[in-house]
């Protein structure tokens, strides 16, 4: 039984939750501890992962992951931990009033206390304090990218981490007193009616408000930036945690070295752009409000690396599915898919990637569960805990959610997702990503890649074959470049 989740933004959630009650309180930084039934006290100490929530900052609750699946299926035992932490404006209410009072990025401080409470409370539950994953899909893997760069942090939180779907090098992360962190903040002081206040009755009188207006405030303010998807409500540069831009951290070299498994899934825009966008103007108008640093060079690359269906016969992102969406549909999923999730992993695994550090391990998730959105953000989660949903659909979809689950589960337990052979022992060797500056190949495992059955077709696809890696590399350099030209 899950205790009560964040107060947050209600609507549309990134992964469906499961069914019964779903409340939510101001009183919810609660941890779920789940540990296999035949493990006692006196038994070996087994690892632990700790599973953060994502959606966006705003939305989502630890229920949404199947960790207690996640860890019955396992060929080896291991401890699972689960958490909340406060999403929305109670989290991220970053602004320059908030940080002179200190309270930037406060979810990412709930994540840290939970962090914290694992160390010192996990051995009573049989779990090894020396042997902790941190995993997450989305924001959480936005989330453990700066608590991987914190290296401000001293205590060893944690020794390997999952990062699915998402990296801290995605978007931009701005300083508080950034100009669209303010109009948000002014925005949300203006619903509570706390906007006439004087700057030491702000906080004070936001604090009197019931927590139905808080959140009222903050969904409004995220709602109205959910269609640039310039959302509010997001980490910023607090000299702190998250101490410079997480390029320039990568960059320097020092953060803190542990095995990563990341990824990304095939369709990672469709989420989120509209269905119904057609026109070029369209296009074009959506990236400069959300980029609004790009130069007019910039836009004009943009329309080279993905050609415009209406002006170029053969491009590949020409609508050919029997189905009525917009022209500019299936080229802005690609280009916003890029951008904001396939290319910040892909450059995790190039800039974390060396001979002399940890292994990182990157997969590229090809399951289709829709004709309209084909392998979509977040998909590969159930598929990552063995879920039931998943795995009695058909024969090839319990071996790709199996092989998965192994692989995941192996990097849990050993650090490495080929050492485990678990009920899929011949699974195929998944190898390290080095990354070719090396003077290697960069090898990527594509999971699922032609299984459409959930979305209505009939071919089972490949369960999981190693490649190497040369998906959006052309796209990927130029949003790599914008990284480092951010939005001042």
């Not at 958490?83 to 989290?91: C, D, M, Q, T, V």
């Not at 303010?221 to 951290?249: E, L, N």
Request: a negative charge; proline letters at 7%.
């Amino acid at each position: 039984m899950y205790a009560e989740r964040c107060i947050r933004c209600p609507g549309k959630q990134l992964v469906t939750l499961p069914d019964g009650p779903d409340p939510e309180s101001e009183d919810c930084l609660t941890i779920n501890v789940f540990r296999p039934k035949a493990h006692t006290d006196g038994d070996e100490k087994l690892p632990v992962a700790i599973l953060v929530p994502g959606g966006a900052f705003n939305r989502g609750a630890a229920r949404m992951h199947n960790t207690a699946s996640m860890l019955a299926w396992s060929a080896e035992p291991f401890v699972g931990v689960s958490f909340n932490y406060r999403i929305g404006a109670p989290g991220f209410l970053n602004a320059p009033l908030t940080d002179k009072e200190g309270l930037l990025n406060l979810g990412l401080r709930d994540q840290i206390l939970a962090f914290e409470w694992v160390q010192e409370n996990v051995a009573r539950f049989g779990g090894n304090p020396d042997d902790i994953t941190i995993l997450g899909l989305s924001a959480a893997a936005h989330s453990i990218g700066h608590h991987i760069m914190n290296i401000n942090q001293n205590k060893t939180l944690f020794h390997k981490a999952i990062m699915d779907s998402g990296a801290h090098t995605a978007r931009a992360v701005h300083p508080p007193d950034a100009s669209l962190h303010i109009s948000h903040f002014e925005q949300f002081l203006s619903l509570t009616g706390c906007d006439k206040q004087t700057e030491d009755g702000i906080l004070p009188c936001l604090r009197k408000q019931p927590s139905s207006t808080i959140v009222e405030a903050s969904q409004k303010v995220f709602w109205d930036t959910d269609p640039s998807v310039r959302w509010a409500w997001q980490p910023v540069i607090d000299g702190d945690i998250i101490s410079r831009r997480p390029i320039d951290a990568w960059k320097s070299g020092r953060w803190h070295k542990v095995p990563i498994l990341a990824g990304f899934t095939h369709n990672e825009g469709a989420y989120f752009v509209s269905p119904s966008m057609t026109t070029s103007e369209e296009f074009t108008q959506f990236f400069a409000t959300l980029l609004p640093q790009l130069s007019p060079d910039d836009l004009r690359t943009l329309d080279q690396l993905y050609p415009d269906p209406l002006l170029v016969a053969d491009s590949p992102y020409l609508e050919t599915r029997n189905m009525s969406v917009g022209y500019q549909f299936k080229r802005a999923e690609a280009a916003y898919g890029q951008y904001a999730y396939i290319c910040p992993v892909r450059q995790t695994a190039h800039l974390g990637s060396s001979m002399t550090n940890p292994p990182i391990f990157l997969y590229h998730w090809g399951v289709n569960m829709t004709m309209l959105r084909g392998a979509n953000h977040g998909d590969q989660m159930r598929y990552q805990t063995y879920n039931p949903e998943v795995r009695s659909i058909s024969p090839a979809q319990d071996a790709i959610a199996g092989t998965l689950h192994a692989y995941v589960t192996s990097f849990i337990v050993s650090g490495d997702p080929n050492r485990v052979p678990g009920r899929y022992p011949d699974r195929p060797q998944w190898h390290a990503f080095v990354t070719p500056d090396e003077g290697t190949s960069g090898q990527t495992m594509v999971l699922g890649m032609g299984n459409d059955e959930r979305a209505g077709g009939s071919h089972a696809g490949v369960v999981a074959q190693s490649v190497r890696d040369r998906f959006a590399q052309a796209e990927c350099r130029f949003w790599w470049k914008q990284t480092e030209n951010p939005e001042e």
